[in-house]
């Protein structure tokens, strides 16, 4: 049985969206050398035009960040820092609509994702890392841990404010300076986060936000003004960083690709091991770089639970991301749009069986139906390659060292899934995957006390926690290249 919903928008008004954006630097809004537009992934409707910094741009926020570090911020007190972090925390929350609505805009996931986990995300991770700031000394990396200087930040469009968290929210409460490049695609949460700085009265040039693209995201990588690099994004371009990085006394980490397996073993509660399957693969259009895109089912129950599946994607709603009842959203940019038809239509080609939810898709905007392949072998395109999208490849195995073996048989190692109700098969899984993560009974939960963070081709570094603290402080096992 079908529900109809009568649709349920969110309010644009909310968003005051300006023209025309500048960089932030030295704490003000400034012009740079040319622009480019920001579109909306839903409509195609230009939203903003956005400054492209180039290296003179990049310099002089490099310079802010510099004169921040040496007068002001490395040389604050820690419970003073942690004030602001506070403060920048708190109005994320109290302009958490605004966020979630701009989120949604440029990035064309649904809103209901941007309300309830990247804006209350971002939040946590400003309110977590301010508590760090006055206690480094008490962290294990001895007693007056010293930062790295100033920070050059390159994020992705996925998570575009919650990654921006991640990265400045630690660095901060260490007393680094950050210069941070957002994706050329999703500018427009990381403008705002400016704003917010300037109302949270932080010192000027402690955060600068450098707009524009890959080459903008070069030339902060390799300023010799940058102490540390912290690069999330694809393996592709995280190994060019760290060639670029190399034998440069630079401080690295590397926060890259996935193409995690999600395993269900036969005794798994069914229900909920498919709601973590559709959340695995379907939570943010799969643009997730820990997403469950490899299903590894107990061949026992392979029938069973793909049933459920495809009874469950039928009922996914696609569609205007800004409708409180979408499910999936716009795929974030025509680019991403056809690199995901074309891994699709490798699957086809190499004679796996394509299944996709009957929904139709909007004449405008980019889209892709969630879409799930069955007969996959190991040597398939989609089943070794990060799609990054709405795509899940399904595998069965019959052993738990079979579905061992085949969840690590990937370069990559980011996160996987287990789903058993045995407690003992879980710690044996868990302590025989290559992932940086592992969920039980559970998917793509996070924490910002808890550490993110790869093996292999999904780089080196942790988010998050503890062990994230120790990527901004001088101290040995920091990511050094
Ligand atoms: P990329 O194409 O690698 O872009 C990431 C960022 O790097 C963007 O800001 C991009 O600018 C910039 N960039 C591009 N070329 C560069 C270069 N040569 N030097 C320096 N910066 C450069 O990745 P994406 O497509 O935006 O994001 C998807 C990838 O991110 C996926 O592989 C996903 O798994 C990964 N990801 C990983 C994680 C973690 S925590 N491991 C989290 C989220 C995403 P433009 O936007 O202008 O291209």
Not at 147 to 166: D, E
Not at 181 to 203: H, M, R, V
């Amino acid at each position: 049985m079908r529900f109809e919903y009568a649709p349920a928008p969110e309010a644009r008004s909310i968003v005051t969206l300006r023209d025309s954006y500048g960089l932030f630097i030295g704490g003000e809004f400034t012009a740079g050398s040319s622009v480019f537009k920001t579109i909306s992934p839903a409509t195609e409707e230009v939203l903003a035009e956005v400054t492209h910094a180039g290296p003179e741009d990049v310099d002089r926020a490099v310079a802010a960040a510099r004169q921040a570090y040496e007068r002001v911020w490395s040389v604050m007190p820690g419970r003073e820092r942690g004030k602001y972090l506070f403060r920048i925390a708190r109005l994320i929350q109290e302009r958490a609509r605004e966020l979630a609505v701009l989120e949604t805009m440029d990035n064309g996931k649904p809103i209901r994702e941007s309300r309830d986990t990247d804006v209350p995300l971002s939040a946590a991770h400003f309110f977590y890392h301010a508590g760090w700031a006055d206690k480094l000394s008490y962290a294990g990396f001895g007693p007056s841990p010293r930062p790295l200087g100033v920070v050059g930040q390159v994020i992705p469009w996925n998570f575009p404010l919650l990654m921006l968290a991640w990265k400045v929210a630690p660095a901060l409460a260490c007393g680094n300076t950050v210069v941070l490049k957002p994706a050329e695609t999703t500018p427009l949460t990381a403008l705002l986060f400016a704003e917010i700085c300037q109302q949270a009265d932080l010192p000027p040039g402690v955060v600068n936000i450098v707009t524009g693209d890959g080459t903008t995201g070069q030339a902060v990588v390799a300023h010799p003004g940058v102490d540390k690099v912290a690069f999330t994004g694809s393996t592709a371009v995280g190994k060019e960083i760290a060639r670029a990085c190399a034998v440069s006394g630079k401080r690295l980490t590397l926060e890259l690709g996935g193409k995690a397996a999600n395993v269900v073993f036969d005794d798994a509660p069914a229900d909920q091991a498919v709601e973590g399957i559709v959340n695995g693969i379907f939570f943010n259009a799969g643009h997730v770089c820990c997403a469950g895109s490899r299903l590894l089912v107990q061949e026992s129950v392979a029938e069973e639970v793909l049933g459920a599946l495809k009874r469950r994607m039928a009922a996914l709603r696609l569609g205007d991301p800004m409708d409180k009842n979408t499910d999936i959203g716009a795929i974030n940019s025509r680019a991403q749009l056809e690199k995901i038809a074309e891994l699709a239509s490798s699957g086809e080609a190499e004679g796996a069986e394509r299944w996709s939810a009957p929904c139709p898709l909007p004449d405008r905007g980019f889209w892709f139906p969630p879409t799930v392949f069955t007969g996959v072998s190991q040597a398939h395109r989609i089943a070794r390659e990060e799609i990054f999208g709405p795509v899940l490849s399904v595998l069965t195995f019959r052993t738990p060292a079979e579905a061992v073996e085949k969840a690590n048989n990937t370069p990559y190692g980011l996160s996987a899934g287990v789903w058993t109700e045995k407690g003992s098969l879980i710690l044996w899984m868990a302590s025989r995957l290559r992932a940086g993560v592992v969920w039980a009974n559970t998917f793509n939960r996070f924490d910002p006390a808890s550490p993110f963070g790869g093996y292999k081709e999904s780089g080196f570094g942790r988010e998050g926690g503890r062990h994230g603290l120790e990527a901004y402080l001088d101290v040995p096992g920091g990511g050094d290249v």
